[in-house]
């Protein structure tokens, strides 16, 4: 039976995620009591759609699970058969991946900076609305997003669902002058990058910070990306082949997608937040420079000023696309032979929107007979719901309407990939 | 009217692992060999700044993609509707596809950005079934040859 001072805020449908999904806030009286986020998982259907295919197929497999980052599926399949199969990719094939890794994030980045995220900070209903206002604004974002696409049609082969990528390597290596001719307009980029920083320290930021644990790929020496340990800031630190050990996945009721906790019970969270608090000290001079200046500190637990970490980031990416642009001669050959045997691997990289896992077990055959992928966002689904619980707790005063927007706004702080975690999202926040 | 000769792009929308979703990848998959050289055939998923990417500097950009039909009438899986927008304020009829920002809102973006093709068709299909897996259902695998002529008819009359 619902009281009457029980107060239910329920959102159908949310809106600037990838995707859709749902959500549902109920507080009586003054005290918010549950919080759940409703996703469905389609790397579920993945993992078993994989099991009785050969060890090469996953790259092009699992980079149909998410439209907005399939290079992080590519990447992280290659590693985990590759680490099966006995197999390192390293040299100037590892710097291809890197390249093709920066062109996604620029592109991911981009998106939900200037469409998806923005408009909260600046009180447009969409970026659609901003766009409107603000062509000058929304062409800069769109012309920052082009040059991550351009990377990715050059190494990738295409920019949707990426075709190039093979275990081992590439089917096909760029010349030298494909990349050269991508120079131009990443320098460009690089401009509109830094504007993009300065444009979003501007916002206003409410104080919040999110409590939980945080979990990221982590290499002394550089900002990791597509390799390195998996290290938390409560000090763990654990190679792929140990992520099951440590994170554990769980059914929950309300939610046909699995939510994760770190093996000790803890929630954590995963992604840019993560990341530069893990590992800010290795960013580049001029993203770092950049970060100070739009005044962050050296790590940030503030949900809300993600955007700026972000930003960061796609500063960070165009250099680094712009580093191995420079340094590229194609190699002598465009991937190296893996060969089959029988075993299991771990894969472990860094998507736009945190850490991806994939494991998968092969026969002497060659065939997948089990898979498993943890992807970012039903990582860090136990702290987005704990994190809204305080969240609303301190800000039950507002109208259902006021309420149920800054809602919104609290979960793309999270960049929620539905694409990847979820679906059909349907956000409902009930009180009566 | 179109401008005849301009540039042509065939997009079509969706994910193959989605089942009748892949209906607008089949049409455009269909359609290589049959059109011109110099119309260019695309697939995307659906989200909006690539739509826009795709068909900017387009005299003529034909999309395809699978629809989901909202409302009181009862879906009636391959049947196609097609749509025309000749005419920079024209609005999409909204139609709820199985993607999260949909076609309205890419045409939505075009119109804020000044970035519409000449003209826009778009042929929807009427999907029977958005889950997991892959391959179409009957009448959908049925629709992609007919939307393919369609498609073909559409570039010869840019042309003419």
Redesign the interface.
């Known amino acids: 039976m619902t009281h009457r001072n029980d107060r239910v805020l329920a959102v159908a449908e949310l809106a600037r995620?990838?995707?859709?999904g749902a959500m549902y806030i109920r507080a009586s009286g003054d005290v918010v009591e549950e919080v759940r986020l409703d996703i469905y998982e389609?790397p579920r259907?993945?993992e078993a759609?994989l099991r009785g295919r050969g060890y090469a197929e996953p790259p092009d497999i699992t980079a149909?699970?998410c439209?907005?980052c399939p290079v992080a599926y590519q990447m992280s399949a290659c590693a985990a058969i590759e680490d099966a199969c006995g197999v390192t990719v390293y040299g100037t094939l590892a710097d291809l991946r890197r390249l093709l890794y920066c062109g996604e994030w620029i592109e991911s980045h981009a998106?939900h900076i200037y469409?998806l995220h923005a408009p909260d900070f600046l009180g447009y209903a969409?970026?659609?609305e901003m766009?409107?206002d603000r062509?000058d604004i929304?062409?800069r974002g769109?012309a920052l997003?082009?040059a991550g696409?351009s990377i990715m049609e050059a190494v990738g082969g295409r920019?949707?669902?990426p075709v190039n990528v093979r275990i081992g390597g590439f089917y096909r290596v760029p010349t030298r002058a494909e990349l050269a001719a991508l120079a131009g307009p990443l320098r460009r980029a690089l401009d509109d990058a830094l504007a993009t920083v300065r444009w979003v320290a501007g916002f206003e930021f409410p104080d919040h910070a999110c409590g939980a644990d945080m979990l990221a790929l982590s290499l002394p020496g550089t900002y990791a990306i597509e390799r390195g340990a998996v290290a938390t800031l409560s000090g763990m630190r654990f190679g792929a082949a140990e992520f099951d050990e440590h994170v554990v996945e769980e059914h929950v009721p309300h939610s046909t997608a699995l939510h994760a906790h770190l093996a000790g019970g803890g929630r954590y969270l995963t992604g840019p937040l993560a990341r530069y608090s893990l590992n800010s000290s290795w960013l580049s001079p001029l993203a770092r420079a950049a970060a100070r200046d739009a005044g962050l500190g050296p790590a940030c637990d503030n949900p809300f000023r993600s955007i700026i970490v972000r930003a960061v980031e796609v500063v960070y990416a165009v250099e680094e696309a712009l580093r191995i642009i420079d340094g590229y001669q194609p190699p002598g050959r465009p991937a190296v032979e893996v060969r089959p045997r029988a075993g299991v691997g771990h894969g472990v990289t860094e998507a736009p929107r945190g850490t991806l896992y994939h494991r998968y077990q092969i026969g002497a055959d060659g065939i997948i007979t089990d898979a498993r992928i943890v992807p970012p966002t039903s990582q860090n689904q136990a702290a987005i719901e704990t994190d809204l619980h305080a969240f609303v707790q301190a800000r039950m005063d507002l109208d259902d309407a006021e309420l149920t927007r800054r809602c919104e706004q609290a979960i793309r702080n999270y960049d929620p990939c539905?694409?990847c975690s979820t679906h059909f999202l349907n956000l409902t926040v009930d009180r009566s | 009217m179109t401008q005849a000769g301009g540039p042509v792009v065939v997009i079509g929308i969706g994910n193959e692992f989605r089942r009748d979703d892949g209906a607008g990848p089949a049409v455009v998959a269909s359609l290589h060999g049959r059109v011109p050289p110099d119309v260019a055939l695309t697939i995307t998923d659906g989200e909006p700044a690539r739509l826009v990417d795709a068909w900017t500097g387009a005299a003529l950009a034909i999309v395809v993609d699978a629809v989901r039909v909202a409302g009181p009438h009862a879906p009636r899986p391959g049947t196609v509707h097609r749509l025309v927008l000749d005419r920079p304020g024209s609005t999409a009829e909204r139609t709820a596809s199985s993607h999260g920002l949909g076609l309205d809102d890419a045409v939505a973006l075009a119109l804020a950005l000044e970035r519409m093709p000449g003209r826009l068709i778009v042929h929807a299909i009427e999907a029977g079934d958005l889950s997991q897996g892959r391959g179409l259902t009957p009448p959908v695998a049925a629709a992609v040859a007919t939307v393919a002529t369609a498609v073909l008819d559409d570039i010869a009359g840019s042309c003419g």
């Open positions: 995620v990838e995707g859709e389609p259907f993945f759609f149909r699970i439209g907005i998106l469409l969409s970026g659609i766009a409107a062509r929304v062409e769109l997003k082009k696409n920019a949707i669902h539905i694409s």
